[in-house]
Nanobody, 116 residues
C-alpha cells in the first residue's frame, strides 16, 4: 500500500509559477514510478508528466513541455512538479499517482487556479 499526499497548490496569475509536492509513505519509495495527472472542471483526468523509479527519463504531455519539470527525491520520499509560465488552461485539480506493475495509487489532489 502507498499513501500519497499532495500539497503546494494555490492561486496564481497568468505567467506565474507554482511548485507542487507529493509526499509518499508505505512501500519503499523507489519501488514505483510516479506521475502527475490533472482534471479540469467538466473534463476527464489527463496525464501531465511521469518519472521512473530512479528519477530519470521524465516525460511530459505536449502542452506542458518546456514549462513544467517533474522530479523526485528518493531519499526524502517526495516528488515535485515545478510549473512555470502558467496559463488559465492549466487550472485543474492536480493528482499524484504511483504505479507498480498492475497496482496504482492516487493522492487526494490539490487545486491549482491560474487567473487571467
Amino acid at each position: 500500500q502507498v499513501h500519497l499526499v499532495e500539497f503546494g497548490g494555490g492561486l496564481v496569475q497568468t505567467g506565474g509559477s507554482l511548485r507542487l509536492f507529493c509526499a509518499a509513505s508505505g512501500r519503499p519509495f523507489n519501488d514505483y514510478a510516479m506521475a502527475w495527472f490533472r482534471q479540469a472542471p467538466g473534463k476527464e483526468r489527463e496525464w501531465v508528466a511521469a518519472i521512473d523509479d530512479e528519477g530519470t527519463r521524465p516525460k511530459y504531455t505536449e502542452s506542458v513541455k518546456g514549462r513544467y519539470t517533474i522530479s523526485r527525491d528518493n531519499a526524502g520520499n517526495t516528488m515535485s512538479l515545478q510549473m512555470n509560465s502558467l496559463k488559465p488552461e492549466d487550472t485543474a485539480v492536480y493528482y499524484c499517482n504511483a504505479e507498480l506493475r498492475h497496482l496504482s495509487w492516487w493522492g487526494q489532489g490539490t487545486q491549482v487556479t491560474v487567473s487571467s
